[in-house]
């Protein structure tokens, strides 16, 4: 079973728009989870993350994202798009007992002028 | 700002050759890792090193080997390359304790064997 699941391969949303990138994860504890975003021809650069407290996180940007324990899920979201924030977006998940992450297969956003 | 380099953006090699990607950080990081980054896959973690001399395998280290002989270099080792180990190729590095999960990338090294 996927660990980390992104349903969306590609996400289109015209400039000044709010978008959402999706992610769900499998429970198992307390896990932490991480946005990544990846700019063409470069290499993942961390946005933010959840460890514990606030479920309101912020990040890099003007990203934010809200763990919801009872959906299993970490959406990624920005209030007002960018066409530079067109970029392959990844979610990750903490493994347990371990500093591995584990990644979902990543969704495309494209912004749209 | 922590500087993750790679040795080659781009490299092209033959079937059955050996292949050296090297990967080094400036920070003093004591975790480094390599991931592979296959459209559709997402990344995927090949091998990861929490000391000098000491690797643990991933999820899919078949084909591959490492080698960390200093704490700033994290080498993958393609001992024998095949067309199916054409991929982008990603190395990380993250610090022990708090922020040990935020980890710190390269800027790939995309590989081809022809």
């Known amino acids: 079973a996927q660990s980390v699941a992104q349903p969306e391969d590609q996400v289109n949303v015209a400039e000044g728009n709010p978008l959402t990138v999706k992610c769900t994860y499998s429970?198992?504890?307390?896990?932490?989870l991480f946005w990544y975003v990846q700019y063409p021809n470069r290499g993942l650069q961390f946005l933010l993350k959840y460890i514990t407290g606030d479920n309101l996180v912020k990040g890099s940007y003007g990203f934010e994202a809200e763990f919801n324990k009872s959906q299993t899920s970490f959406h990624l979201k920005k209030p007002s798009a960018l066409v530079s924030d067109s970029a392959l977006y990844f979610c990750?998940?903490?493994?347990?007992?371990?500093?591995?992450?584990?990644f979902g297969k990543g969704t495309k956003l494209s912004v749209i002028p | 700002d922590v500087k993750v380099t790679q040795s080659s953006r781009y490299l092209v090699k033959r079937t059955g050759e050996k292949v050296f990607l090297e990967c080094v950080q400036d920070m003093d990081h004591e975790n480094m890792f390599w991931y592979r980054q296959d459209p559709g896959l997402g990344l995927r973690l090949i091998y990861f090193?929490?000391?000098?001399?000491?690797?643990e395998k991933g999820d899919i280290p078949e084909g591959y080997s490492v080698s960390r002989e200093k704490k700033e270099r994290f080498s993958l080792i393609l001992e024998s390359a095949s067309t199916n180990q054409t991929s982008m190729y990603l190395c990380?590095?993250?610090?022990?304790?708090?922020?040990?999960?935020?980890?710190?990338f390269g800027p790939g090294t995309r590989l081809t064997v022809t």
């Open positions: 090193s929490y000391d000098v001399k000491m690797k």
């Open positions: 990750a998940k903490s493994r347990a007992g371990s500093y591995q992450l584990t």
């Open positions: 429970v198992s504890g307390n896990p932490y």
């Open positions: 990380a590095s993250s610090s022990p304790g708090q922020n040990a999960y935020e980890q710190y």
